[in-house]
């Protein structure tokens, strides 16, 4: 008797929390499809798979560096939709211009980058942070602020390549950020008036791309600008006090110069 009171008991509580689960299932489930239908993962294949394909056919990066931009960009995409893919096109396409202008005035320099393009290395140093942000506005709340800072991330990086690589075309020295010591152009941690207005215009150029594409709304376009021209800046400083000394290589610099822009824009906001 006491046996089959107790099993009756306990089967409507088993059943009870078998319902519970039901809804949250329900709610998990309904948002994965949200998810895919509003972002379809073939759809990014397809983008990735062409972008790609170009970026590799114009030189802008070598093989690795194509690999690791594939990565990068099915992240942007599926995780921050079309208007993050312009936004990295923007990038792809300064970058690119930006390289090959005067290009024989920085091999005589000898700070020319290869004519095969970016390694998979110095890919992830300028665009992981953005893809990583990209991510995150997927799976986590106040996805407006993770958008803000893949802008902001995308902008510097464009701000701190396009600042480079004018600067050594157009001058032959530069100025210490740290010390304002007059040094060779393409010296770590070296501005000039040159490169430091083309990168402000090349951030500037991609926030607006940003906005334009709906990635932002426009309110928040003087923060990208802003927490770019940040990243953008402190790149110099620690190029200038912890790049010459060994501490860091060019590639950890340009990683935290998109990381601090990110962080800058998400406590502007």
């Known amino acids: 008797m006491d046996s089959s009171i107790g099993l009756g008991t306990c089967q409507p509580a088993r059943e009870s929390a078998r319902i519970s689960r039901v809804p949250y299932l329900t709610r998990t489930l309904a948002t994965l ?6 972002r379809p993962l073939w759809t990014a294949g397809i983008v990735t798979v062409i972008f790609t394909a170009l970026g590799r056919w114009v030189r802008g990066v070598s093989f690795s560096g194509a690999i690791a931009g594939a990565a990068v960009c099915f992240l942007l995409y599926a995780g921050a939709g079309p208007g993050a893919f312009v936004a990295l096109v923007s990038v792809f396409a300064l970058t690119w211009l930006s390289t090959r202008f005067g290009y024989r005035r920085k091999e005589k320099l000898g700070t020319a980058e290869k004519l095969d393009g970016r390694t998979a290395l110095q890919v992830l140093a300028n665009l992981a942070v953005a893809a ?5 506005s997927s ?5 407006a602020v993770w958008l803000l800072a ?4 995308l902008s510097e990086a464009a701000a701190d390549t396009v600042s480079s690589e004018l600067g050594q075309a157009r001058n032959e020295k530069a100025r210490l950020i740290t010390t304002w010591q007059e040094v060779p152009a393409g010296t770590n941690g070296g501005v000039s008036w040159a490169g430091t207005l083309a990168g402000i215009v090349a951030a500037t150029a991609v926030s607006w791309v940003c906005v334009l594409a709906g990635l932002v709304p426009t309110r928040w376009l003087a923060i990208s600008i802003a927490a770019a021209i940040a990243g953008m800046v402190a790149d110099s400083y620690l190029g200038a ?7 860091l290589n060019n590639d950890a610099v340009n990683f935290l110069g998109t990381l601090i822009a990110a962080g800058a824009a998400l406590l502007l906001v």
């Open 139 to 143: 799976f986590t709340a106040g996805k």
């Open 241 to 247: 006090s912890l790049e010459r000394r060994a501490l």
């Open 33 to 38: 499809a949200d998810l895919v239908l509003a």
């Open 132 to 136: 990583i942000c990209a991510g995150f």
């Open 150 to 153: 893949v802008s902001a991330a």
